[in-house]
């Protein structure tokens, strides 16, 4: 079973809103989450990263959201712009393996 | 949910010697699976596309003698990192994308020590 989850596999957003990304997860013992951005024919590039003991991390447009009790964090894009279009996958990880979500296609409309 | 597999999760291996770590798609066709390789605390690096029934397409700079990769069936994979030195150490993880969404869904990985 999923224990990543993306439930949006696609996001539309206007260049300059805000975009959110979601993603749920199952196990509490995950002590780790990522964000990776990945391009088409390219590999994910990794984007942004909250450990279990924070409840948000910030780096320049981008933050991530951590929820631990309703074990679900999210990815805040502000302004969007068009070179955020890209596959959005979040990860989580116990230190020794990670569980990867299905992604999220964003689209940024200039 | 579509679950994507690896067998094993860690091994540690004489250096050169080889390992083969499989990746499997538990529940669901996958004509096309990824292989990726991760350092510490970087992005994942893509190594090479495999292709059912034909042969791997590897990223510049991947060595294909050196990793072999065998995409046999519709739910198999295997990467076998061949004369293992110390610098082959890291963290292998497989994706297979399901063929009707082109959802990629990514294997626990594999954690290679080679000593």
């Known amino acids: 079973d999923q224990q990543v989850k993306q439930n949006s596999p696609s996001l539309s957003v206007q260049e300059g809103r805000i975009s959110i990304l979601n993603c749920d997860y199952t196990?509490?013992?995950?002590?780790?989450f990522l964000w990776y951005k990945k391009y088409p024919a390219e590999g994910p590039t990794f984007l942004i990263s909250?450990?279990?003991?924070?409840d948000k991390n910030e780096d320049g447009r981008f933050t991530v959201f951590l929820n631990k009790s309703a074990k679900h964090l999210s990815l805040h894009i502000v302004p969007s712009q068009p070179g955020d279009s890209a596959v959005y996958f979040c990860a989580a990880s116990t230190g020794n393996q990670f569980y990867f979500g299905t992604g999220t296609s964003l689209t940024v409309i200039p | 949910g579509a679950v994507v597999s690896q067998h094993p999760s860690w091994v540690i291996c004489k250096s050169g010697t080889s390992v083969k770590i499989e990746c499997r798609s538990l529940?669901?066709?996958?004509?096309?699976m990824f292989w990726y390789r991760q350092f510490p605390k970087q992005s994942l690096m893509l190594m090479a596309t495999s292709n059912e029934g034909s042969k791997a397409t590897y990223e510049q700079g991947v060595e294909k003698d050196k990793f072999l990769i065998n995409h046999a069936s519709l739910t198999l994979s295997t990467l076998t990192v061949t004369s293992a030195h110390p610098e082959d150490s890291s963290f292998y993880i497989c994706s297979a994308v399901l063929t009707a969404t082109y959802e990629q869904y990514f294997g626990p990985g594999t954690r290679l020590t080679v000593t």
């Open positions: 529940d669901f066709q996958a004509t096309t």
């Open positions: 909250i450990s279990s003991i924070k």
């Open positions: 196990n509490s013992m995950f002590d780790y």
